[in-house]
């Protein structure tokens, strides 16, 4: 059983630039969970889906977006790019709010 | 908002004890504890509910105060693969009626031989 996975494991980018993140949840979770990590820093939550709509927000700018597919997937965009968004970006999923299982994360450099 | 840890750091050898501690200004519904080893993603441990009830780690064990709103991590004879950086999340009820997680900053665990 694969856990949860992401891609790409690592990028670039340039300020103003606009990335796009992914997620597959472990099988049988339904909920995908964002966060972003600073080097240093506990997971900032970002948002959660579930059903396909997001159910739950952090304090992030509405520059952070995303989306859940019917199979559970999940994408986060980010738009406008700011040195500051330079983070390991962490996806977890769950089935119940009790246990979620992180992806190995994405690392976004923005130059 | 974000828990407290305390201490930042701990440096131990093999076989001793080790506490962290969590705490928070806000009533906590739940707390929630996750090991992260240097590279890679956090691993859940344990959980905490209030009421007493616990789900989690054989080997470790963990005590929720919900009147003091702390939590304490406790590491009994620790062995070289406790070393990360521990977190610990409480879960404010968010306004869509879903809980919304918050980590501390975590506490740097070393184990030596």
């Known amino acids: 059983d694969a856990g949860v996975t992401q891609s790409p494991t690592h990028l670039i980018k340039t300020r103003g630039q606009q990335v796009t993140l992914r997620c597959s949840p472990k099988?049988?979770?339904?909920?995908v969970s964002w966060y972003q990590q600073a080097l240093g820093q506990g997971p900032q939550f970002i948002f959660q889906y579930y059903e396909e709509e997001e159910r739950q927000r952090g304090n992030f700018p509405d520059r952070f977006s995303g989306h859940q597919f019917p199979n559970y997937s999940s994408e986060l965009n980010v738009n406008a790019l700011l040195l500051g968004d330079s983070a390991l970006y962490l996806c977890?999923?769950?089935?119940?709010?009790?246990?979620?299982?992180f992806g190995p994360g994405t690392r976004l450099t923005v130059t | 908002q974000q828990p407290v840890q305390s201490p930042q750091a701990v440096i131990l050898r093999e076989g001793e004890d080790a506490v962290i501690n969590c705490s928070s200004s806000k009533a906590l519904y739940s707390v929630h504890w996750y090991r992260q080893k240097h590279g890679e993603a956090p691993v859940f441990l344990m959980i905490l509910l209030k009421g007493g009830e616990q789900k989690g780690h054989d080997k470790i064990s963990a005590s929720f105060n919900e009147k003091k709103q702390q939590s304490s991590l406790y590491l009994t004879a620790s062995q070289l693969s406790y070393s990360g950086t521990y977190f610990c999340g409480t879960e404010r009820l968010g306004t869509g009626g879903s809980y919304i997680p918050t980590f501390g900053r975590g506490t740097s665990l070393i184990v030596h031989p």
């Open positions: 099988s049988g979770h339904d909920t």
């Open positions: 977890a999923s769950s089935q119940s709010r009790y246990e979620q299982y």
